[in-house]
């Protein structure tokens, strides 16, 4: 704990998110911890309902109650923000962690144009007056790849089609310079054809302004081409995270090498999940010990009481006690 | 835009001449006009002469097509409980009934959107709960209930407000107002109270419904996520586009406080049209029916119009035609 090192960008601490409901609480979120590093690319990844998008709201506080952080906590620069006033928690959301959500059809509001919204992010947080917001604005479209956008600034956004609108959601989040940007799917609801404009433009701007993004997604090939690291998610917990050759290559976590299929080659063909047999827990009935071990080919005893930590492995870390010292041991006994 | 207009223009058309064509239909069947016109005593010949006279022998289409040119100058021939042209009765009346609607509807809207949006954005307060229990009351309890309730209360028990009647009025022109004199204004309190009631907790939670709906879209999230305040997302983003249904509702609801002002317009004695038209049936009174029936289908037919085009102004997607696509 006592690092003289400069605390990380963002730094996630035994998060644990639950929900009260009328028959007992529900565990979101069990113990997840992490750090993304300036300027750094994490991908997310996890079986739908692992807990992706309840951790991005976590971080920048937007979680919806009943849904509460009961432990753990959120660290910017190494200050404390999941306890923030309301008031306090705006001026961070936008201006230093910004997010950009699935659909950007739905994204953006209607009966705006898209200067207005773009207007009003920039007013909000930056000391410009309504002419150099309007000019910021029209400088950001043009960075996001949008054609004319003097003109293009006064429309609304039922005139743009999807990829095109989810550039100018990228230029919203872009507007205060943020230091983190939660992608939260950002290209699953887009044509294939506009997806890998979209990833590499966001991978280019981030880049270029030094931006770290949290980048939630199920395209293992996107994963590959852009995070530097990768944390694999399941029932709520971390099984895996480490750099994104040694997850996508040589992957550790009986669940992430299910994830990445027998041909753990980077730019093979395996672009979507594999499935693996079995489905994931729902919160009511996440079995004691590792959450994983019903589906397990290489479940043993331990795994069935005891819940394991994060434990190296390799190149990365995994949440599996094949991994534990005390297990090798066993094994060479 | 112009075509659609055009389109919803010979629609109103349309509905006018089969509400013109029941009030004909009420001439027509409910008892006959030359009795209602002459004395029992008029000869057989005196009667077949002014049947002629007024055309009643021509054909049913003739006849009609003369009834709906007349209605279309405003001319209803004459009252036959007050012998006096339909039109000037109306006329004289609408005045008093318009104020009251208007009054009330305004005061249904300003009000109903105002709870509307504090019981959304309050969700779980104790004031917003107090305020949905009151208003299943508002929604459940007859009009004419509240207006005896009022009565007894403030004009029987406190003797605050008057009972009965619009006050003094002062009159501008061929309109008569109750607005500026103070027993004028005391005399609507309790009317439009009354009128406004059902409409105003309709407009609350229809707001309310629609705004919990808004506040969950995803353009919501993405303003909150972009750090705007509290007062930007609710009123900026999220009211303009709760309102944009409501708009509707209210149009028709305004139609509908203008025909529901008869029970409260009985219950207080209000002079407008609305007691009129009691008063006309009771007496078969034809021509003052046919012509309070006509006219308030004009209103709600404006109306609509109106709320088309506000449809117009408010929603771009509407507006401006799709232009400059792809990706
Ligand atoms: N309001 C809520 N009440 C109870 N449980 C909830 C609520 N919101 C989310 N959850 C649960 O939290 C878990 C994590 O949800 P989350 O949306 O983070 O999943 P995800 O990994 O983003 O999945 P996806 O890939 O489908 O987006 C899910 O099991 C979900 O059922
Ligand atoms: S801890 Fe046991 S059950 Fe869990 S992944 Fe490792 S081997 Fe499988
Ligand atoms: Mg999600």
Redesign the pocket.
Known sequence: MSDPTPPPLLSVRNLR?E?P?RRGT?V??DDVSFDIARGEVLGVV????????????AIIGLL?P??RIAAGEILLHGDPIHRLRPDQMRHIRGRRIAMIF?DPLTSLNPLLTIGQQLGETILTHLDVDEDGARKRAIALLDEVGIPAPAERIDHYPHQFSGGMRQRVVIALALCAQPELIIA??PTTALDVSVQAQIITLLKRLCREHDTAVML?T?DMGVIAETADRVAV?Y??RLAEIGPVRAVVQTPHHPYTRGLMGSIPVLGADIRRLVQIDGA?P??NAIPPGCAFNPRCGAVFERCRSDRPDLLPAGATRAACWLFDAGHASEQTR | MLAFIIRRLLQSVLVMLTVALVAFGLFRYIGDPINNMVGQEATLVEREQLRAQLGLNDPVPVQFARFVANAAQGQFGMSYRMARPVADVIFERLPATLELALISGIGALVVGIALGVYTALRRDGWLSQIIMSLSLIGVSLPTFLIGILLIYVFAVQLQVLPAFGRGEVVRLGWWSTGLLTESGLKSLIMPAITLGLYQLTLIMRLVRAEMLEVLRTDYIKFARARGLSDRSVHFRHALKNTLLPVITITGLQIGSIIAFAIITETVFQWPGVGLLFITAVQFVDVPVMAAYLVLIALIFVVINLIVDLLYFAVDPRLRVKRSGRGS
């Open positions: 998110i929900f409901t529900l979101a979120i996890g079986e739908s309902g692992a807990g992706k998008s309840l951790t991005g709201a919806e009943p849904g699935q939260d799917e939630v199920h998610m029932a709520g994931m729902r919160l």
